[in-house]
Nanobody, 121 residues
Framework: VQLVESGGDLVQPGGSLRLSCAGS????????ISWVRQAPGKGLEWVAG????????YYEDSVKGRFTISRDNGLNTVYLQMNSLKSEDTALYYC???????????????WGQGTQVTVSS
């Protein structure tokens, strides 16, 4: 089982990034997928989640209107388009098969290794 994130980078405030999460070794298309982030010195924070058939999508309040989650089950990939980035978005971003409150720990579900997003001028 593997989840591999990519697309993290250093970007200026107001900029955009697109993160990707590629899954393998399990029935990716059957799973709800979340993006979860961890800022330096802080705990895990759920950011967005998408049902397996995209029928329902959810966002944490601070990213609503700026971030968009989507998926391509044919490619076993979930994306996170991040626009209007702020310094407080700086974090290590994970994709995982957890849902909501279940994302407060890495002890459940499948997790990737993360991709670093740094928003700074």
């Amino acid at each position: 089982v593997q989840l591999v994130e990519s697309g993290g980078d250093l970007v200026q405030p107001g900029g955009s990034l697109r993160l990707s999460c590629a899954g393998s070794g399990f029935a990716f298309s059957d799973y709800y997928i979340s993006w979860v982030r961890q800022a330096p010195g802080k705990g895990l924070e759920w950011v967005a989640g998408i049902f397996r058939d995209e029928s329902s999508i959810y966002y944490e309040d601070s990213v609503k209107g700026r971030f968009t989650i989507s998926r391509d089950n044919g490619l076993n990939t979930v994306y996170l388009q991040m626009n209007s980035l702020k310094s407080e978005d700086t974090a290590l971003y994970y994709c995982a098969t957890c849902t909501g409150g279940g994302c407060s720990s890495k002890n459940s579900g499948y997790w990737g290794q993360g991709t670093q997003v740094t928003v700074s001028s």
